[in-house]
């Protein structure tokens, strides 16, 4: 009768536990479902960002950069003639503004949406920006590419070359390097980019601890872009010892969230 007596409670028991195990895998299950529509969504605002970006520098370049142009030359005609009209110091000022003008127009309408990822790809859009980056910020970059580009899908080839930027920028404002190597290994099946410099290096083990805070944000944001695309960061580093950062994703997203 013992038994008996003991019986319900001990299989009331198990359907609570078990209640309890279905709800929190429904939970888990939920949490990954919301973790993977926020990554797409926020792979979508990306590519938005990006085609008005681009949308912005072509207005910049097709309406403003050619009025100034324009107007440049009619100066530089007019400033032939100034020596007989006494104003020649002014239109000479105004010629240098203008000049002045159309660089800074152009070199915006590069930093906005640079021409050379859309007209000539990825391959020549990460050399560009080791040799940009190489006069901006006064230290050596250097790009190495093998294999064979493939064809890669828009989403990829704007989130790679926005990663690579991050990861130079990072590089020139805290690692005090004096050079930088950007390694591009064109897989069957993955792209693997490289970015290692000389620099003071961290304790990567600290920072993998803190990865959303302060100066880490960028490396948050390139892994979860890299948890839509189906890739891996990978990050190394020691003080005193440099950094090598590591990231693999496929050449375009399959639609699945593979890390979850």
């Known amino acids: 009768m013992a038994d008996e007596d003991e019986n319900p409670d001990s299989d009331e028991a198990d359907s ?5 195990d279905r709800k929190t895998e429904q939970v888990r299950l939920q949490i990954q479902a919301y973790q993977r529509q926020l990554r797409r969504l926020t792979s979508e605002l990306s590519l938005a960002e990006a085609r008005e970006r681009r949308e912005i520098a072509s207005d910049l370049h097709d309406h403003i950069g050619q009025a100034l142009a324009y107007v440049s030359q009619k100066m530089t005609l007019l400033q032939g003639n100034a020596v007989f009209s006494g104003m020649e110091e002014d239109i000479s000022e105004i010629v240098s503004i203008l000049g002045q003008t159309i660089r800074y127009t152009r070199d915006l309408t590069v930093e906005i949406s640079p021409p050379v990822l859309y007209e000539l790809g990825l391959p020549a859009a990460i050399d560009w920006l080791a040799e940009r980056a190489s006069q901006r910020y006064g230290i050596q970059v250097d790009s190495k590419q093998t294999g ?8 990829v080839k704007v989130f790679i070359f926005k ?31 490289i970015v290692s410099d000389d620099g003071c290096g961290f304790d990567a083990e600290l920072m993998e601890k803190h990865l959303t805070g302060g100066n880490c944000f960028g490396l948050f944001s390139i892994r979860e872009r890299l948890s839509y695309t189906g890739g891996s960061v990978e990050i190394q580093s020691s003080p005193g010892e440099g950094t090598r950062i590591t990231i693999t994703t496929p050449y375009h997203v399959s639609g699945a969230d593979s890390n979850d």
């Open 163 to 193: 990663a690579i930027q991050e990861l130079i920028t990072n590089v020139s404002k805290h690692a005090s390097a004096t050079r930088v190597t950007i390694t591009t290994r064109w897989l069957k099946d993955n792209l693997e980019i």
């Open 148 to 155: 064979k580009a493939p064809e890669v899908s828009e989403d």
């Open 16 to 20: 609570k536990s078990s209640n309890g």
